[in-house]
């Protein structure tokens, strides 16, 4: 049996605790897709097809790994893809009731939806991809914290907007 799941999330920009979820999810399953949503509700750095790229770049040699975007719910994306797992990572206590929701109203559009909740490696469990930002604006470095591309494009976008 094939086994895939759906990695959705906005992925402004990718982090290292991403990609620490992505690798764990490849031990279970056979093929990840990693979900780009393109929310225009959503207050972004960088644009859908910009997050698309540095995805695409930080995963090319995980030959399981496919980069897509999706707009819209979440479970109709899943029902186009014909996959009902969804992998999401849990950073903290505080991240799993908005999770938990989340699951659960999922599970109720689309009864053949399950949640698999994953822990990145402690050594990201306090990274996010806001944080990131910020400590760029404020010309930290983030070296080790996301991957090369990332770092580059985050420098480059945060120095025009200074």
Do not use: W
């Amino acid at each position: 049996m094939n086994r895939e799941a759906v990695y959705p999330g906005t992925f402004d920009p990718v982090t290292n605790g991403h990609l620490d979820i992505i690798k764990r999810a490849l031990q279970m399953f056979d093929r990840v897709t990693v979900a780009v949503v393109d929310s225009p509700a959503k207050r972004v750095l960088f644009n859908t097809q910009e997050r698309i790229e540095m995805l695409r770049a930080t995963v090319r040699d995980l030959s399981r790994v496919r980069v897509e975007q999706f707009n819209g719910l979440l479970v109709d994306y899943l029902q186009q893809i014909n996959v009902c797992i969804i992998i999401r990572g849990l950073r903290a206590v505080s991240d799993f009731e908005y999770e938990f929701q989340i699951a659960l109203m999922n599970r109720r559009l689309n009864s053949c939806i399950e949640s698999v909740f994953l822990m990145p490696s402690q050594d990201y469990t306090y990274l996010s991809s806001s944080l990131i930002k910020e400590v760029v604006r404020l010309g930290g470095r983030v070296e080790g914290l996301v991957p090369g591309v990332v770092e580059k494009a985050l420098e480059k976008k945060l120095s025009l907007t200074k």
